[in-house]
């Protein structure tokens, strides 16, 4: 068996929405790595140029593309570029999220908060995955992850509007599966735990970490190379019977603060 081969992804063209850092730059340079071209996609254009600098500069193929998933011409103009640059779309990774950090106190937020998460965590995903499958389809693979969140799954205060919004992406995939099968495309989930990032590590105290751990056997946080690699296996051949799934990388725990 040639195991390279399953998780190879040369010829194939990759988008990556919040790709600037964190969990969005791993699944940049790993795809990369894996032999795919590299859309790098980022708010902020200076990161994501960087990150493609940086996979050009190790013997990979990535440009970089700005852009505000809260606007449609964005969406409409990444999958555009990605077509005009390397010919197609061949795997998506719906990375860039807001919300949650215990910041959610039901009686503090207002309507704007609500709308502008959803609109980023739910309905720019959607969008993405409306103008990505049938350049998918036509070239014969597609394959499409959500970065969702144990909050999916989880309960706790003050993360109503966060953890929702990641359970609606869980739900989403499942149901898409059966939209996008048709055209021979697949739609998996990875729902990462607490993961070193500069995100968390501007929040995280050691007492707060030693709560996150209570509840997990693999006792460490989660790296972004955690994360990056269960992107891998969604994105690469191996996993080519597999779709409408959540994979959540956790350390086989919760890190709740409970």
Same mark, same amino acid.
């Given at each position: @068996? ?6 190879? /992804? ?57 852009? +505000? ?7 409409? %103009? /990444? ?14 990774? +719906? ?5 949650? &950090?215990? %910041? ?6 207002? @309507? ?33 992850? +959500? ?11 003050? @993360? ?9 992406? +869980? $739900? ?8 996008? &099968?048709?055209?021979?495309? %697949?739609?998996?989930?990875? &729902? ?19 709560? @996150?751990?209570? $509840?997990?056997?693999?006792?460490? /946080? ?34 709740? /603060?409970?």
């Amino acid at each position: @068996m040639d195991i390279q081969r399953l998780f190879d /992804l040369s010829g194939k063209v990759a988008v990556v929405t919040g790709g600037g850092d964190g969990i969005g730059r791993g699944c940049c340079e790993i795809l990369a790595a894996a032999g795919a071209s590299v859309v790098v996609s980022d708010i902020n254009e200076e990161k994501a140029e960087a990150v493609a600098e940086g996979i050009v500069a190790s013997g990979g193929k990535a440009s970089a593309v700005a852009c +505000n998933v809260i606007e449609d011409a964005d969406l409409v %103009r /990444l999958i555009d570029t990605a077509v005009n640059r390397y010919g197609t779309v061949n795997v998506l990774v +719906n990375n860039v999220g807001i919300g949650g &950090g215990g %910041r959610e106190n039901p009686f503090e937020i207002d @309507m704007d908060y609500v709308e502008k998460v959803y609109r980023i965590n739910v309905f720019a995903p959607w969008r993405l995955c409306q103008l990505a499958v049938p350049k998918m389809g036509e070239s014969g693979y597609g394959s499409i992850i +959500n970065i969702t969140s144990t909050s999916s799954a989880d309960k706790e205060a003050n @993360m109503s509007i966060y953890a929702s919004t990641k359970a609606a992406l +869980n $739900h989403l995939a499942a149901n898409l599966a059966y939209d996008f &099968g048709y055209y021979g495309v %697949r739609i998996n989930n990875v &729902g990462p735990g607490a993961t070193n990032t500069a995100a968390l590590s501007s929040i995280i105290t050691p007492e707060l970490k030693e709560k @996150m751990l209570r $509840h997990t056997p693999i006792s460490r /946080l989660g790296e972004v190379s955690d994360m990056a690699q269960a992107v891998l296996f969604f994105a690469s051949p191996v996993s080519s019977w597999v779709s409408g799934q959540v994979l959540f990388v956790n350390g086989g725990g919760s890190q709740t /603060l409970d």
